[in-house]
């Protein structure tokens, strides 16, 4: 999958994302099983702008020609995106996530995976 594409759903997700944890915050964490309080819609509505920067960095890069900062930027967000996969993993193991999170989990490795696979392109 070339950079660009890749960049494209990486924007789609996180946009997507932002939406929801800014404007329902408490339509997230039920998902995964997830009790929802006033300190979760908080700091959820507070992570909101954590996915916006994604979105404005990936859109830029996006036709951007191959280049060493590129490659950083991808490298960058795969282990964000991994990173995340790994809480989610984590949380389930702990039993403060129910399975339903391991379906976001692989979501997130797919997407690192992807953006690791465009270093190189």
Do not use: D
Not at 70 to 81: D, N, P, Q, T
């Amino acid at each position: 999958m070339t950079f660009q594409l890749t960049a494209r759903l990486v924007v789609l997700v996180c946009a997507i994302l932002f939406v929801i944890f800014l404007f329902a915050p408490q339509a997230y964490s039920p998902l995964y099983g997830v009790e929802t309080n006033q300190s979760a819609q908080f700091m959820t509505r507070r992570a909101a702008p954590m996915f916006l920067a994604p979105v404005i960095v990936l859109w830029a890069a996006s036709s951007a020609a191959h280049s060493k900062l590129r490659e950083a930027v991808a490298l960058g967000f795969a282990v964000m995106f991994a990173g995340v996969a790994m809480t989610g993993v984590l949380a389930w193991m702990q039993g403060t996530a129910a399975p339903m999170i391991l379906l976001a989990a692989a979501g997130e490795v797919l997407i690192a995976a992807l953006l690791l696979g465009t270093r190189k392109n």
